[in-house]
């Protein structure tokens, strides 16, 4: 087989007289320091890889390439992989910059709001249901005190809302500490970076649910971000960028064994009247797309740029856990993380679509009707 010709060029790496930068090449390693070899989730930090990265040896073995940087790190890549990648870069959607507006009537936040805590009780209960759904549609999230533990509280919930999802980890599923059902970074103790769910899914999950089971030790808060605050003061700071968010699609995967899925769609997902309708941001399990020549550094600013946004400490809610608590947040709106804990932390936890929380705002007379 053909050896490709691998040479180094200023800040690029190029393969076969493609020139691939090294900012970008030095975020899609695929060895293990830089993706998990099971779930292909993404290890390195993305956000800390210097902009001016500069290769400063390569070396070729069969289809590997290895690359040493000027920061010290040695990633190692697919020959072949590139190769796919560099026959098909991705350019941003060229349209008229119109910006986005956020047309619901929405309490956008970007600081923590207090926290009402509403009765489980109101899932039954028409009157009391009210303000919960409200909050919900003008905050974005509602939480809940009083639960039984186990599934019924959950379920009973998701039917207010509409009815539970079945996606990869099941319906109705369990999030329990040191279980790995799923080899997913939402199932380890660290400290989990504020991200959405379903970035791999065409119609990513519209809320999420969970109920806490059991706790034992420290930590363990979960951490909401108003997403669509952040990116309504990315737009006034940085409208150039926050534009080309809106019309750079990022693709995204999910790998188990049985499992390979992936969907794209950009960060920011404006509809056809300027008005933004969801983010999508998940850093671990982003896909590698290569954009097109010219506009590397513009994409690779704009969602470094996004991120230091929305990561700013300041705009975090951090929710505390006890068993009995639950909490439902619109996964198209709110950024959710995790701060790093010890001990035993088990929930039980479901998805609901987007429509079924539209339709519970319509029904609740928050949104207007179709006729
Ligand atoms: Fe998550």
Same mark, same amino acid.
């Given at each position: 087989?053909?050896?490709?010709?691998?040479?180094?060029?200023?800040?690029?790496?190029?393969?076969?007289?493609?020139?691939?930068?090294?900012?970008?090449?030095?975020?899609?390693?695929?060895?293990?320091?830089?993706?998990?070899?099971?779930?292909?989730? &993404?290890?390195?930090?993305? =956000? #800390? /890889?210097?902009? @001016?990265? +500069?290769?400063? $040896?390569?070396?070729? !073995?069969?289809?590997?390439?290895?690359?040493?940087?000027?920061?010290?790190?040695?990633?190692?890549?697919?020959?072949?992989?590139?190769?796919?990648?560099?026959?098909?870069?991705?350019?941003?959607?060229? &349209?008229?910059?119109?910006? =986005? #507006? /956020?047309?619901? @009537?929405? +309490?956008?936040? $970007?600081?923590?709001? !207090?926290?009402?805590?509403?009765?489980?009780?109101?899932?039954?209960?028409?009157?009391?249901?009210?303000?919960?759904?409200?909050?919900?549609?003008?905050?974005?999230?509602?939480?809940?005190?009083?639960?039984?533990?186990?599934?019924?509280?959950?379920?009973?919930?998701?039917?207010?809302?509409g009815?539970?999802?079945?996606?990869?980890?099941?319906?109705?599923?369990?999030?329990?500490?040191?279980?790995?059902?799923?080899?997913?970074?939402?199932?380890?103790?660290?400290?989990?970076?504020?991200?959405?769910?379903?970035?791999?899914?065409?119609?990513?999950?519209?809320?999420?649910?969970?109920?806490?089971?059991?706790?034992?030790?420290?930590?363990?808060?979960?951490?909401?971000?108003?997403?669509?605050?952040?990116?309504?003061?990315?737009?006034?700071?940085?409208?150039?960028?926050?534009?080309?968010?809106?019309?750079?699609?990022?693709?995204?995967?999910?790998?188990?064994?049985?499992?390979?899925?992936?969907?794209?769609?950009?960060?920011?997902?404006?509809?056809?009247?300027?008005?933004?309708?969801?983010?999508?941001?998940?850093?671990?399990?982003?896909?590698?797309?290569?954009?097109?020549?010219?506009?590397?550094?513009?994409?690779?600013?704009?969602?470094?740029?996004?991120?230091?946004?929305?990561?700013?400490?300041?705009?975090?809610?951090?929710?505390?856990?006890?068993?009995?608590?639950?909490?439902?947040?619109?996964?198209?709106?709110?950024?959710?993380?995790?701060?790093?804990?010890?001990?035993?932390?088990?929930?039980?936890?479901?998805?609901?679509?987007?429509e079924d929380l539209e339709s519970a705002y319509r029904l609740?007379?928050?949104?207007?009707?179709?006729?």
């Amino acid at each position: 087989m053909r050896s490709p010709s691998v040479l180094i060029d200023d800040r690029s790496v190029v393969v076969d007289g493609h020139a691939i930068p090294g900012r970008w090449l030095r975020d899609h390693g695929d060895d293990a320091a830089s993706l998990n070899p099971e779930t292909k989730q &993404r290890l390195v930090d993305t =956000f #800390a /890889i210097p902009a @001016d990265i +500069a290769p400063l $040896s390569v070396s070729v !073995d069969g289809v590997r390439l290895g690359v040493d940087w000027s920061d010290g790190a040695r990633t190692s890549h697919s020959i072949p992989a590139l190769e796919r990648l560099l026959t098909s870069r991705r350019s941003p959607e060229t &349209r008229p910059s119109v910006g =986005f #507006a /956020i047309e619901r @009537d929405l +309490a956008l936040w $970007s600081s923590a709001p !207090d926290v009402s805590w509403f009765d489980v009780a109101c899932f039954d209960d028409d009157e009391a249901w009210q303000p919960a759904i409200e909050h919900m549609y003008r905050r974005g999230w509602v939480a809940f005190d009083g639960a039984e533990l186990g599934e019924e509280a959950p379920a009973r919930l998701a039917a207010r809302i509409g009815y539970q999802r079945a996606c990869i980890f099941g319906t109705l599923w369990n999030m329990n500490s040191g279980s790995f059902e799923h080899a997913d970074s939402a199932y380890e103790s660290g400290n989990l970076d504020v991200h959405t769910d379903g970035t791999y899914s065409h119609d990513a999950p519209g809320t999420i649910i969970f109920a806490q089971q059991l706790k034992t030790g420290e930590g363990g808060d979960s951490v909401l971000v108003d997403a669509f605050a952040a990116a309504r003061d990315f737009q006034a700071a940085e409208p150039e960028a926050a534009d080309l968010l809106t019309r750079y699609s990022l693709r995204a995967h999910y790998v188990e064994p049985g499992v390979h899925l992936i969907a794209e769609r950009p960060s920011l997902r404006v509809d056809e009247h300027g008005v933004l309708q969801q983010v999508s941001f998940n850093n671990y399990d982003r896909s590698p797309l290569l954009p097109a020549a010219g506009v590397v550094d513009d994409v690779i600013d704009a969602y470094n740029a996004f991120r230091a946004v929305f990561s700013n400490p300041d705009r975090a809610l951090y929710h505390e856990w006890q068993p009995g608590r639950m909490l439902v947040f619109d996964n198209w709106r709110c950024f959710h993380g995790r701060t790093e804990f010890t001990g035993d932390r088990h929930f039980k936890g479901c998805y609901t679509n987007h429509e079924d929380l539209e339709s519970a705002y319509r029904l609740a007379g928050l949104t207007p009707p179709a006729l």
